[in-house]
């Protein structure tokens, strides 16, 4: 099959994932991964920690843990879309990062933007193919965020990157 | 719909999702760091593109009072926690649909990326109180609260709404003003593609292949099959 041959146009991808993503937006809701994300994490935690985390008011109040959230299986359907795709084609094999660097890059990332999402309520996903799309003010004041992140980001990058 | 359905709906528009992003290696960090870093805009522009077209399809449907859209207060808090997640995302070499699509294609790094953004969510519970900022619920009531940081709550619909003019029309100035930035992209690139011309170089410095442009994490992705071992 072609699709698993060469690589698609991203133009044609996101095209298709828009369409998809605008049936989504009409039977329950726009394309997000940070609400997922936030549920497994309180799913994880409930299963350390037990009815203990009912003391975190955040858990209690806001994401009590429930494995039926739909949003988590947005982040599921992706890993799995992803693990097809990548057999497939041949493509998938693993990879662990070679330098110290990396390591250390990879864990302050992850870190600041579990902090970020948090902080924010929202994500990239969110930002880019659900608030904005809809024209939500908090669209427009996390694109700032981001592209001021990204920028700041970039610097930190090439400095890393130029040793 | 059930909840059993939107689980349902949500796994199988993932797993489309997953595999195209994958197919595609459309990255969202990528769509901006590279803008920034590299001057290349091969994921920006498909991010742009696909934006235009959520944007007429979301007030399209918002004109005639349907769809499910984001309900909550924004605030300082947005701005805030996006700036962190961008150094982040950039840092990591991955956004959050990325780390899933990395983790499925058997990256590590990714992996260790998901495992510490879950970390930070945890962290970041541990602060989080009804009373105070960031974001203090207690002040979100659709209204702005400038004192707590708060804006209220606005989009396409509450725009209708007040000024009685469609949703669509400002959806359409919006798909306008995308699309513009995609039009100076593509004039950026004749320019740029133009200028390499003249100067005949054999490889551009400012458009490096998407294995340089990948940072750590992602650079292998790229990598031949043949390298993993």
């Known amino acids: 099959m072609e699709l698993f041959k060469k690589t698609l146009d991203p133009i044609v991808a996101l095209s298709i994932i828009a369409v998809l993503d605008i049936f989504m937006f009409l039977v329950v809701g726009a394309w997000t991964v940070g609400g997922g994300e936030t549920m497994m994490t309180g799913l994880i935690a409930k299963f350390f920690l037990g009815d203990q985390l009912s003391r975190i008011p955040f858990w209690d109040i806001v994401f009590k843990p429930d494995a039926s959230y739909w949003k988590i299986y ?3 359907g992706m890993l799995f879309g992803a693990i097809v795709g990548a057999v497939l084609s041949k493509e998938f094999y693993w990879r ?5 660097s990396e390591w250390v890059m990879i864990t302050v990332g992850g870190l600041l933007m579990g902090i970020g999402i948090r902080l924010a309520f929202v994500c990239n996903v969110s930002t880019f193919f659900g608030l904005t799309p809809e024209m939500n003010l908090g669209g427009y004041l996390s694109i700032s965020g981001i592209i001021a992140g990204a920028w700041v980001g970039s610097l930190i990058y090439k400095r890393v990157l130029e040793g | 719909m059930s909840p059993v359905g939107q689980c349902l709906a949500a796994f199988l528009f993932g797993s489309v999702a997953g ?3 994958q197919r595609s290696r459309f990255c969202n960090t990528a769509a901006l760091r590279d803008a920034m870093l590299f001057r290349t805009y091969r994921n920006t522009k498909a991010l742009l593109v696909c934006m235009m077209i959520l944007t007429l399809g979301f007030t399209a449907f918002i004109t005639v009072g349907e769809g499910h859209t984001m309900h909550f207060d924004v605030g300082i808090n947005q701005v805030l926690g996006l700036f962190l997640f961008g150094i982040g995302m950039v840092l990591a070499g991955a956004c959050t649909v990325s780390t899933w699509v990395k983790a499925g294609e058997g990256n ?3 992996i260790w990326a998901l ?8 962290l970041f519970s541990l602060v989080w109180s009804f009373d105070y900022w960031p974001p203090a619920p207690s002040s979100m009531d659709h209204l702005p609260h400038l004192e707590a940081l708060q804006f209220g709550y606005a989009n396409a619909a509450t725009l ?7 949703a669509i029309v400002f959806g359409l100035v919006q798909f306008g003003l995308l699309f513009a930035i995609y039009r100076a992209i593509l004039r950026k690139e004749e320019r740029m593609a133009q200028a390499r011309e003249q100067t005949a170089a054999p490889a551009p410095v400012t458009a490096p292949s998407t294995a340089q442009a990948e940072p750590a994490m992602a650079r292998d992705v790229d990598a031949t099959p043949e390298r993993a071992g």
Do not use: E, N, Y
């Open chain 2, 160 to 166: 209708q709404a007040k000024t009685g003019i469609p």
């Open chain 2, 108 to 110: 590590v790094g990714a």
């Open chain 2, 19 to 21: 595999l195209l992003v």
């Open chain 1, 74 to 76: 947005i982040s599921l």
């Open chain 2, 115 to 122: 495992l510490f953004t879950f970390i930070g969510m945890f």
């Open chain 1, 96 to 100: 662990v990062p070679r330098h110290l």
